[in-house]
């Protein structure tokens, strides 16, 4: 990994924090990841509720802006890529986020009641958003929707400072690691094969 950046995302690093190493080197490595019923029926709710713009929370009014490929330029909305040291970004892709109003907002389908989602996730997209846009979120919203595109329970998450820093220790404690894997990897590569 000499002179070369760690990319890393949530998924990445929820992977590696909750033990499952093989996973996470795989996802930034681009392997290919065996998809379950539960993950491709995730994946569809959250297209249709981005190609059709569902406001499924009451307040969601014309400032929130939902994840996509803008048909006109082909720029990825909400994708964000920011840099956190000299070795280390973070990308990440929010379901819907606004600016204005400072709300970060996750949909979640599958089985898992929302109270027992980890708000991490949010204190990390808001974290970055806010390095990337300058936009402070004070607000994130874990949101179940049904595979009819029912909305379910939600979970508002309060968003300051502590929770930022808790983040920016989740993101330097689990890529170090992951950095230190990687780089002992290689050296013990080299070790064995003789350079």
């Known amino acids: 990994m000499e002179n070369k950046r760690l990319k890393v995302s949530w998924s990445i690093l929820n992977a590696w924090a909750k033990g499952d190493k093989d996973g996470a080197l795989g996802m930034i490595f681009g392997r290919q990841i065996v998809e379950t019923p539960a993950m491709a029926e995730g994946k569809r709710i959250h297209k249709a509720i981005a190609r059709e713009r569902l406001p499924l ?3 969601m009014d014309h400032t ?4 996509d490929i803008r048909p006109d330029d082909h720029v990825w909305q909400n994708y964000f890529r920011v840099t956190l040291s000299p070795w280390l970004d973070l990308s990440m ?3 819907v986020i606004s600016l204005e109003r400072g709300v970060v907002i996750d949909w979640k389908t599958g089985k898992t009641d929302v109270t027992a989602q980890d708000p991490m996730q949010l204190y990390i997209y808001s974290h970055a958003i806010g390095i990337d846009t300058g936009a402070t979120f004070g607000i994130g919203i874990i949101a179940k929707v049904s595979s009819d595109l029912v909305l379910g ?3 508002l998450v309060k968003i300051g400072d502590a929770q930022r820093a808790m983040a920016l220790d989740y993101i ?4 170090s690691e992951i950095y230190a894997e990687l780089t002992g ?3 013990a590569l080299e070790a064995k094969s003789g350079k």
């Not at 330097?172 to 890529?175: D, G, I």
Request: glycine content about 0%; hydrophobic content about 45%.
């Open 64 to 67: 929130y802006i939902f994840e």
């Open 172 to 175: 330097e404690t689990y890529a």
């Open 185 to 187: 990897n290689k050296l």
């Open 93 to 95: 892709v929010a379901d």
């Open 153 to 155: 329970d939600y979970m």
């Open 57 to 59: 929370l009451p307040f």
